[in-house]
């Protein structure tokens, strides 16, 4: 069973840092892309980075670009996002899911398409 699995959340202040991770229980997780969505309440749920396993490529979004950086443990099949520079607007619950690199692949940031989700870890900026 694929179990993707999120931590690191909580409650920051503006101008704080929090770093998430994202646990993945993938057989191959070389074939995998990880990509971290952010769900404010009443809003959409949004892309916000993600990362090759096969390449390392990355991809953000243009609020998130110099602020957070998404980066990858092959060896321990987690996916970290550092997140600086945080501001209220940030807050949400934050999902890690897998999109398989292949056919039907949905990079960078395509949230119809992502094969596995996790369950979410929320974060808090406060004022």
């Known amino acids: 069973e694929v179990q993707l699995v999120e931590s690191g959340g909580g409650l920051v202040q503006a101008g704080g840092s929090l770093r998430l991770s994202c646990a993945a229980s993938l057989f191959e997780f070389d074939d995998y892309a990880i990509a971290w969505f952010r769900q404010a309440p009443g809003k959409d749920r949004e892309g916000v980075a993600c990362i090759s396993n096969a390449d390392g490529s990355t991809y953000y979004t243009d609020s998130v670009k110099e602020r957070f950086t998404i980066s990858s443990d092959n060896a321990k099949n987690t996916v970290y996002l550092q997140m600086s520079r945080l501001k209220p607007e940030d807050t949400a619950v934050y999902y890690c899911?897998?999109?398989?690199?292949?056919?039907?692949?949905?990079?960078?940031?395509?949230?119809?398409?992502?094969?596995?989700w996790g369950n979410g870890t929320l974060v808090t900026v406060s004022l």
């Open positions: 899911a897998a999109d398989f690199l292949g056919y039907g692949s949905s990079w960078p940031l395509g949230v119809d398409g992502m094969d596995f």
